[in-house]
């Protein structure tokens, strides 16, 4: 049962597919089957398919509009994991016909993009956003021309590392920066190193490292693995300096605590280990420092709207964020009350589900027009660059307003 | 984690208990596994059986109370404290939200296939059993819409009615979503109901006096779109329930969570393998990523055997595993009709004393751990229909016993 | 071949089951004028209760040789001629630490006699693709096992013997016989609206199964059976991917097979009176866990979702000894040898062999009646397929394929609303058992507890007539009937969801007398 173990096998999770007493509450709660009736729900492409697809091989396009937010997981009463089953069935380890588009394919390489467009950054900010370029990706690349695209920053992040000092005082902490931070923003990693560094911590960022998780969730395994043993061999050896990994991605840090187990079956010690060790940065604060903290906030004149990504609910957290927030004397502090901005990772690049996307995110964006607020706050990429463009708010990472309020 | 009390479970009780220790000043954090069982519910407030108004309407939940065995769940809490606990559930805002009406005695509405079946209040325009009797009636059925059982709520009350008639009307999204939640979004999302419902206005028989729509008017808007639809049809309107999980059962899980959202936690997704005792009490308790949860008290509100609070071994065991707490065990493997293996099981469930703390098999009792809603034994939510009477009963009454604990 | 030939004999049919439909399409297809009477719905006896095996022989192949011989002879048979109703999985007889040593190379042996192909397999090939199976496994066989929807059995029988000509009478009750200077003249049935209608024949032909003993006595005969009830349980996906056997002289707890999306374990065996049993106790679940355990190491730890019982007919011959296990082969009697002249009975065997059953009796009947036609039901395909196998996801693929998801009415077996409307209409069905017996609805794990009212939906729609809440209740009551015994782990959630939704919910009210059921085999 999925429910014994820690770090279940990829094997728990497709016999997890006998809980499910088909009481549709999955199907209420995902945003995709609420807006399209292309994809028929998790409970239809998850345990019910699962049940035929353990007879034979089966030809199914459904799985594929599933875009992998998790809601359906996180609010299932049986245990079933649901957005896990649906995501072996779109695996191309098990099905040798599986196709990855070529759009797919680029979009579940973002650090090598990242790292090319990095070459000549203005020169790459400059055809990325040229409407011209934008149409022509559309035509012949599928790249949906509403697709928000960040801006490629430089080396801004890595200077900014190369200036850091190392003071064997403090205890050590890993930060996995990803590579939204390595790569479009390097605000959100500069942030982050300044708090912990503020909270007494050396960070040794690790830099450089693709969690996989666009591989992952579009099918890609056999690349998936290998690129994802890299990691986790780059994370084993920083474990030697130190105890605990942080991420300022609740999408990849949610991979490296539960899907490699449950996906690539890594379930060896080495592996668990680092899954176990990995935090969200606000989780891992206010664990460990919200006492401190909450004499050193001080007021911010601004009007904060904080939506949590659908991957934080599978982390099982709350809302770190929150509790962080409300140290904040006097905040204004509103909460988003929709499940998913509609992005879904890579999902919503693709031309032909753009449209998905922007149909999930109408609720949200509605309760920011209503709201009005100075800035939002998200704590995973692809959801901050989608409101941003939505909303046309400066959308951050909510560890740069931390950093903000304690005035360091 | 500073938090004075957790909450196990996602059932009415854990929400309503948290609402009722904010007010009583502890803060609490509620482990959600999935979504709960009220949702199954139709948004009926079920609390003292087909009673009807008899022995003067005040009376009625206290006669109902005393007629019970000594060991049920109301008699435990004692009718005084069950008829507050209700009074306060109606008398909060959070009923204020979805305009419940009560009366102190049950109201009668329809079930998704048409019967009669009692609810202590009625949601806003819910229909009530008074409002056809003789009338002229038309029923909405939505163009591809799955799981509302026109014909079969027809024939039911083709008895009581004096006409009636179901209207087939196109949905107000081309899409045409068979499903009940799509559908509510799709309302929510309406720029005009009153264009909408001026064109069914055409097709619906001129003698109609009262409409009846399937409860999919809406998640958020739901009080507007159903007052326009009042306004257009110069008819009286009501919402009749879909096949669970429907929208008003919906609709009030928004409004708990937002409640608890507003000064507490909700971890989603988030289950509890083991709990750490010394010298009788419950000092953590530990979940599915290994996280070490302190609180000063906790109550357990998740489900019973239906939503795994309490599990049926193959050999007929029921144990509650976290505390090894005692079962009434009714042998539900002896019997020897279907009708009785049912009742068997579900009046079996912790036994608990009358503050609700449960007693361990080896005769420990816990200081700071108690036991609500279907976790208790000796009563059978299906046959009794107070399913939604013993989670408000047993949440509000056991934050009532933390806070004293606590106080001392 | 004659056909619809009024010169030709008139013969009765008594029993719907896989032998009765079986006998039935052989008398048509020589040209006797047939009416087969069955009691419920076809298939609703013995045949719906079975293993799920179109068994390859192997099983029996050391304990009756010659009768292991001639169910592999019928697993080919039946596959040809109806292979839309066949799976063919294969089988692997397994065996395990304490099996008698000595039975595989006697096992080897007799395969060879009875011509069953049988190769040894590597443990470690085997435990690669089972992976359920226990690491403590000695040795594997391979054999050509193979798995058999009854129902669609049945129905296929049904439909071709109306096809050429024949009457099929279901729900139709045997009354009385009526015979006079020691020949049958007519039989007497009522139907269950109460209208009573007598039929004239030449012949009948007994093929009731666990009542043959009754039906006999009609016309003061004896037929003495030996009954055995067998218990399966239903495990609620494909744990294995082809039937496994015990390799060992035949006992109980000896197989788990495949049949649909479900795996079906047993049996447990259990001397009985009354041919109508079908209670299960719970120390039978109990027993059965323990056996499939020795197996499949977890499987207390997975969800079966239904168990179900049936009895088992054999007959017992005159000098019967109860020490000496019966023979497993079926036994013709010719009840003129007891002074009736144009009565038979047939009886015993297994759903593998019940065209070869039928082809016995039917020959015997024809030598007394001096009618020379041959027997061609071996060779003349039952349907008109294009030969494709039993495809359990063909329902599935099919929805996949048309892209009809919004259709679904029965989630778990992927059944849409237009399936349900096309079979009520081609049979004029509205009962929901009879719909589910045909279409699989209700028949997963969660046991109608969603599709139930939808299907109720469906079927007001088309006939306002019938009390539809009854319908509901029954339905329910029914699915519940076999989920008692396995209300544990996530079936007991399950059916207290049921319970929900039926009750706390709809506000149906099950009791002592509404879940008494008329028509106990359903």
Redesign the interface.
């Known amino acids: 049962m999925i429910?014994?173990?820690?770090q279940p096998s990829s094997e728990d999770i497709l016999k997890s597919m006998d809980n499910c007493t088909k009481?549709?509450?999955c199907?209420?709660?995902c945003p995709v089957?609420?807006?399209?009736?292309q994809f028929p729900?998790p409970k239809y492409s998850g345990p019910q398919s699962q049940r035929f697809r353990s007879l034979e091989d089966l030809v199914e396009i459904s799985p594929e509009l599933c875009n992998g937010c998790g809601v359906c997981?996180?609010?299932?009463?049986?245990?079933v994991a649901i957005t896990d089953i649906i995501t072996h069935a779109k695996s191309n380890l098990n099905n040798k016909n599986k196709k990855i588009s070529f759009i797919q394919t680029l979009l579940n390489r973002p650090d090598t993009i990242g790292k090319l467009g990095n070459i000549f950054p203005t020169l790459s900010n400059f055809i990325l956003h040229n409407n011209f370029f934008r149409y022509l990706a559309s035509q012949f690349f599928h790249l949906d021309s509403n697709a928000p695209l960040p801006s490629f920053h430089g080396k801004k992040f890595k200077k900014f590392l190369e200036k850091i000092k190392i003071d064997s005082n403090k205890t050590n902490i890993i930060y996995f920066s990803g590579c939204a931070v390595d790569n479009y923003d390097s605000e959100v990693g500069i942030a982050a190193i300044k708090v912990m560094s503020y909270l007494g911590y050396n960070v040794i960022a690790n830099t450089d490292l693709c969690c996989s998780l666009p591989m992952l969730s579009s099918g890609e395994w056999d690349a998936a693995i290998n690129r994802s043993k890299k990691l986790l061999n780059s994370l084993t050896r920083s474990l030697d300096f130190a105890e605990n990994i942080i991420s300022t991605s609740t999408s990849c840090s949610l991979t490296i605590?539960k899907k490699y187990s449950a996906y690539l079956n890594f379930t060896d010690p080495k592996s668990t280990q680092i899954s176990?060790s990995t935090k969200d940065i606000c989780e891992y604060i206010?664990?460990k420092h919200?006492?401190f903290l909450a004499k050193r906030m001080k007021a911010i004149d601004k009007k904060i709207f904080y939506h949590g990504p659908c991957q934080l609910?599978?982390?099982?957290?709350?809302?770190p964020v929150?509790?962080l927030l409300r140290l904040i004397p006097k905040i204004s502090l509103s909460?988003s009350?929709a499940d998913c901005c509609g992005i879904g990772g890579t999902y919503g690049y693709v031309k032909g589900r753009n449209e998905i996307s922007e149909l999930i995110g109408?609720?949200l964006s509605e309760q920011i027009k209503f709201h009005k607020p100075d800035v939002i706050l998200c704590d995973s990429e692809t959801c901050r660059w989608n409101i941003e463009k939505n909303s046309g708010i400066e959308t951050l990472h909510p560890i740069q307003i931390i950093l903000e309020s304690l005035n360091v | 984690?500073?938090t004075d009390v957790i909450i196990v479970g996602?059932e009415l009780d854990a929400f309503i208990a948290s609402i009722r220790l904010q007010e009583l000043g502890y803060t609490s954090?509620i482990?959600a596994?999935?979504?709960?069982?009220y949702?199954?519910?139709?948004g009926?407030i079920?609390v003292l059986d087909f009673k009807e108004n008899n022995n003067s309407g005040k009376k009625a939940l206290s006669f109902f109370i005393e007629g019970l065995p000594s060991e049920h769940p109301y008699k435990l809490i004692g009718k005084d404290n069950v008829k507050q606990a209700i009074e306060w559930f109606f008398n909060h805002q959070i009923s204020n939200k979805l305009r419940y009406k009560y009366f102190e005695t049950n109201s009668f509405t329809i079930?998704?296939?048409g019967?009669?079946?009692p609810s202590y209040g009625l949601y806003f325009n819910q229909i009530n059993f008074e409002n056809i009797y003789n009338k002229d009636i038309t029923i909405i059925k939505f163009q591809?819409q799955?799981?509302f059982?026109?014909?079969?709520i027809a024939?039911?009350i083709k008895q009581y009615v004096n006409t009636i008639e179901i209207l087939n009307v196109v949905q107000p999204d081309t899409?045409?979503?068979?499903?009940?939640?799509?559908l509510a979004?799709s309302f929510?999302?309406l720029s005009s109901p009153e264009n909408y419902f001026f064109n069914i206005n055409k097709k619906i028989n001129k003698k109609t006096s009262v409409v009846i729509f399937p409860a999919v008017l809406g998640l958020n808007k739901y009080i507007e779109i159903i007052r326009s639809a009042e306004k257009t049809l110069s008819k009286k309107c009501f919402e009749a329930p879909t096949?669970?999980?429907s929208i008003p059962g919906?609709r009030l899980n928004?409004i708990l969570e937002?409640e608890v959202?507003k000064k507490n936690?909700?971890?989603?997704?988030?289950?509890i393998?083991k709990a750490n005792i010394e010298n009788n009490k419950c000092l953590s308790v530990v979940?599915?990523?290994?996280?070490i949860i302190k609180a000063r008290a906790f109550i357990f509100a998740n489900?019973g055997?239906?939503?795994?609070g309490i599990?049926?071994?193959?050999?007929?065991a029921i144990v509650e595993e976290i505390f090894n707490s005692k079962i009434k065990n009714n042998n539900?493997?002896?019997?020897?009709?279907?009708?009785e293996?049912?009742n068997a099981?579900?009046t079996s469930g912790v036994i608990t004393d009358s503050k609700l703390k449960p007693i361990s098999n080896s005769n420990n009792q816990l200081e700071n751990v108690f036991f609500t809603g279907r976790n208790l034994s000796n009563w059978n939510?299906?046959?009794e229909?107070s399913?939604e009477g013993v989670s408000i009963a047993s949440g509000w009454y056991s934050a009532n016993n933390i806070s004293s604990y606590l106080n001392n | 071949m004659f056909k619809n030939n009024k010169n030709m004999p008139k013969i009765i049919v008594i029993g719907g089951g896989a032998t009765g439909c079986g006998v039935a399409r052989d008398l048509v297809l020589r040209g006797y004028q047939t009416t087969l009477i069955e009691f419920g719905d076809l298939g609703s006896g013995t045949t719906s209760r079975f293993h799920g095996m179109l068994q390859s022989g192997a099983r029996y192949v050391v304990s009756d040789t010659s009768y292991a011989a001639e169910c592999f002879r019928e697993r080919e048979s039946i596959s040809k001629i109806a292979p839309e109703a066949v799976e063919l999985i294969g089988g692997l007889f397994i065996s395990l630490p304490n099996d008698p040593e000595d039975y595989p190379e006697k096992f080897i042996k007799c395969c060879e006699i009875a011509k069953i192909p049988c190769r040894e397999i590597q443990i470690d090939e085997v435990l690669k693709k089972e992976k359920e199976l226990s690491n403590n496994i000695l040795r594997a066989f391979q054999v050509p096992d193979a798995i058999i929807n009854p129902w669609k059995l049945v129905n296929l029988l049904a439909k071709d013997i109306k096809t050429n000509g024949g009457e099929v009478l279901t729900n139709h009750k045997v009354v009385s016989i009526k015979q006079h200077n020691n020949l049958v003249k007519s039989v007497e049935v009522i139907e269950k609206n109460g209208f009573k209608k007598i039929l004239e024949c030449d012949c009948i032909i007994n093929a009731s199964g666990p009542w043959s003993s009754k039906i006999a006595k009609l016309v003061d005969q004896e037929v003495e059976l030996q009954l055995t009830k067998g218990s399966v349980m239903v495990f609620s996906h494909r744990i294995v991917s082809q039937v496994i056997n015990r390799c060992r002289i035949p006992s109980s707890n000896d197989i788990m097979c495949p049949s649909g999306t479900v795996c079906l374990w047993g049996t447990t065996s259990e001397i009985v009176n009354d041919p109508d049993t079908t209670?299960i106790r719970?120390e039978e679940?109990?027993e059965l866990?323990i056996g499939a355990e020795e197996l499949f190491p977890k499987i207390?730890n997975y969800r079966s979702f239904r168990a179900w019982a049936g009895v088992r007919p054999l007959v017992k011959p005159k000098n019967f000894d109860k020490n000496i296990p019966l023979p497993r082969s079926h036994s013709v009697i010719d009840h003129d040898e007891n002074g009736l002249k144009n009565f038979f009975t047939v009886c015993g065997g297994s759903l593998t062999t019940h065209r070869s059953m039928a082809e016995d009796v039917v020959n015997k009947l024809g030598n007394k009646l001096g009618i020379k036609t041959p027997c061609s039901t071996d060779t003349i395909p039952i349907s008109n397929s294009k030969n494709t196998n039993w495809i359990p996801s063909s329902y599935f693929q099919k929805i996949e394929n048309q892209k009809n998801f919004?259709d679904v009415v029965c989630e778990c077996e992927a059944i849409t609303k237009t399936d349900i409307e096309e079979i009520m209409k081609n049979e004029n069905l509205s009962d929901f058992h009879d719909i589910r017996r045909r279409i699989r609805v209700g028949f997963g794990p969660c046991q109608g507890t969603?599709c139930n009212?939808?299907l109720?939906?469906i079927v007001?729609?088309h006939k306002?007539d019938i009390d539809?809440?009854k319908s509901?209740l029954n339905f329910w009551?029914e699915r519940?009937?076999g989920?008692?015994?396995t209300?544990?782990?996530d079936q007991?959630?399950q059916?207290?969801?049921s319970?929900?939704?039926h009750?706390?919910?709809?506000?149906?009210r099950?009791?002592?007398e509404n879940?008494e059921k008329d028509d106990i085999r359903t």
């Open positions: 429910i014994n173990s820690y009481c549709g509450i199907n209420s709660y089957s609420n807006v399209t009736n729900g997981m996180s609010v299932c009463p049986n245990e605590k176990q206010v664990e919200r006492d609910q599978s982390h099982g957290i709350g809302q929150v509790e909460l009350e109408k609720s | 984690m500073n996602a954090r482990l596994n999935g979504k709960g069982s949702l199954y519910s139709s009926n079920k079930s998704p296939i019967l009669k079946i591809n799955k799981d059982h026109a014909e079969l024939q039911s899409n045409q979503h068979p499903d009940s939640s799509s979004i929510d999302n096949l669970p999980p919906i928004k937002r959202l936690y909700i971890h989603r997704g988030s289950h393998l979940d599915n990523f290994k996280r489900g055997i239906l939503m795994g599990k049926v071994k193959s050999n007929g539900h493997t002896k019997c020897e009709k279907s009708y293996t049912l099981l579900q939510p299906s046959l229909l399913g | 209670e719970p679940i109990q866990l207390k919004n969603f009212s939808r109720a939906e007001v729609n306002n539809i809440k509901i009551s519940l009937k989920s008692m015994r209300s544990y782990g007991a959630k059916i207290l969801l319970d929900y939704i009750q706390e919910n709809f506000g149906l099950l009791t002592a879940s």
